[in-house]
């Protein structure tokens, strides 16, 4: 039987890390309101944010009629820098202090993973999570380095104001730990959760 593999994220960079994968996978996005979710939990670590909207965006997906008998895999980034959880700025005066603050530091970068089988007649056989973790040293930036950077849009819409995948590699010396994290989704953390629910990776390449 055809196994299949609903992805809850609209973020393009986690898709195409799928589809290089050679993961076949659909996406739907789900609705969930980010600052409820993490106010109902009080003041969560970067770390705990980041799987608890993982989990949320993954438990609304895997609910819709069109999720019954498919995986549903959700995740959530978020950089932790001196002690702060910096989700996506979407203001340039935000994405330029920030910036400006990492040139020459380093950060951790958070990504959280839920998966939800729901293969079984609506009813769940599995749902857990896992949390990939990368730290991120910046090398140092030139005031318009920043400006030009912010001025592309790039920054807006990442968790920490940056990507690795994009102009934001040039400023990147190096990560420690998984670079899929970095990216926002972590194929060999997807491995591990589908080894829990008894699914091999394999079932999922595209032929």
């Avoid at 659909?26 to 979710?37: A, I, L, N, Q």
């Avoid at 009629?65 to 895999?73: D, F, K, M, R, Y």
């Avoid at 690795?164 to 590699?169: M, S």
């Avoid at 060999?188 to 595209?206: M, P, V």
């Amino acid at each position: 039987m055809t196994v299949r593999l609903i992805l809850a994220s609209a973020s393009p960079a986690r898709t195409k890390l799928l589809t290089e994968a050679g993961i076949a996978h659909t996406v739907t996005v789900s609705d969930v309101d980010e600052d409820r979710v993490t106010a109902e939990h009080g003041t969560p670590s970067p770390y705990d944010t980041a799987q608890l909207l993982a989990r949320a965006k993954a438990e609304a997906v895997a609910a819709l009629p069109e999720a019954q008998g498919a995986l549903v895999i959700g995740c959530d980034s978020v950089f932790e820098f001196e002690g702060e959880a910096h989700g996506k700025p979407y203001e340039v005066n935000v994405a330029r202090e920030r910036i400006r603050r990492m040139s020459g530091s380093h950060g951790s970068l958070h990504t959280g993973h839920w998966l939800v089988d729901n293969r079984n007649d609506g009813g769940r056989q599995f749902s857990g999570g896992a949390v990939a973790s990368a730290e991120v040293h910046f090398m140092p930036l030139e005031d318009a380095e920043i400006e030009a950077y912010v001025a592309t849009g790039e920054p807006l819409h990442c968790a920490g104001s940056f990507t690795i995948d994009g102009r934001g590699g040039a400023f990147i010396r190096k990560v420690d730990g998984d670079p899929h994290a970095v990216v926002g989704l972590s194929i060999s953390t997807l491995r591990e959760l589908l080894r829990e629910a008894g699914i091999s990776i394999t079932e999922l390449w595209r032929a």
